[in-house]
Nanobody
């Protein structure tokens, strides 16, 4: 089983950028498609972005498309989420996830979750 640890969250202002990282251990990251999800206060967890094991295929939710970029460095066993033009509605706990394929990760059917990192965007 892979273990995932997110980092990089914090308090930023609207319009700022932030990069989240997800470090994997226990298994080789290239065995998995990876994704980012988020959960805002009082709301259900939602899909944000996903990337295939090779990094060639990516998927985004409509709410972040054009602002967020998911990437991975399999040699470093790390996945990233570069977030730009942040909005107050992006405030949430962001979770990293690992799954078999980008299709199942996009649907939330994952094998492992990280513990989450909080992103707060002030207006």
């Amino acid at each position: 089983q892979v273990q995932l640890v997110e980092s990089g969250g914090g308090l930023v202002q609207a319009g700022d950028s932030l990069r989240l990282s997800c470090a994997a251990s226990g298994r080789t990251l290239s065995d998995y498609a990876m994704g980012w999800f988020r959960q805002a206060p009082g709301k259900e967890r939602e899909f944000v972005a996903a990337i295939s094991w090779s990094g060639r295929i990516t998927r985004y939710s409509d709410s972040v498309k054009g602002r967020f970029t998911i990437s991975r460095d399999n040699a470093k066993n790390t996945v990233y989420l570069q977030m730009a033009s942040l909005k107050p509605e992006d405030t949430a706990v962001y979770y990293c996830a690992a799954g078999d394929t980008i299709v199942v990760v996009t649907r939330g059917r994952v094998d492992a979750w990280g513990q989450g990192t909080l992103v707060t965007v002030s207006s």
